[in-house]
């Protein structure tokens, strides 16, 4: 089966998993919808032979499923009736949406075949990679000679996500530390 039938299911899951996050009632279950969405992209980034954004967006997403989920277990919420006025920008946003994807069907025909890509920068980096820059293994040398700027840019985003996840369980292990000490004090 070709690729791009397989980009053609996940993107219909994606777009299924986005609708059921809006019109779900829980909020968990809007959640792990929105899991669904960045594990989509995730996939899609692996059937476009592109394991290292891959791995990059499955961490984000992992990171960020456990950060939503425990700050929706954490909290109370209530649920709110939805007015008038938010029926009606649902509305004009749903045909917004559907006019711009109506206009944009002629932007596609003009886009290459998928495979064949528009610029061939890549054959210049196999061709001439380990040659300019002096690195025995060819996919180091793109990774970080060429696209080294990408690269710091991947590292960057893994270190703020990663940090952040423990400043937000070092916060809630810390105030629960407390609330025992305080606890026992009071005896």
Request: net charge negative; charged share 15%.
């Given at each position: ?66 950060i ?6 954490g ?56 040659q ?54 009071a005896?």
């Open positions: 089966m070709p690729v791009e039938y397989w980009l053609i299911f996940i993107l219909i899951v994606m777009i299924i998993a986005s609708i059921a996050a809006l019109e779900m009632e829980d909020i968990l279950s809007s959640i792990i919808a929105i899991g669904v969405v960045g594990l989509g992209v995730s996939l899609s980034f692996l059937f476009l032979q592109a394991p290292d954004l891959a791995i990059v967006q499955f961490l984000f997403e992992i990171f960020a499923l456990i939503l989920v425990r700050a929706f277990l909290k109370d919420y209530h649920k709110e009736e939805p007015s008038r006025i938010n029926k009606i920008l649902v509305g004009v946003t749903v045909i917004t949406l559907a006019a711009i994807f109506i206009f944009s069907v002629s932007v596609f025909e003009l886009l290459p075949a998928f495979g064949e890509p528009l610029m061939t920068t890549s054959q210049y980096y196999l061709d001439n990679g380990a300019d820059t002096g690195a025995a293994n060819l996919v180091s040398s793109i990774i970080l000679d060429y696209r080294a700027y990408d690269t710091l840019g991947e590292i960057t985003v893994l270190f703020t996500a990663i940090l952040g996840a423990f400043t937000i369980l070092r916060i809630k292990t810390k105030s629960k530390k407390d609330k025992t000490e305080f606890s026992h004090a005896k």
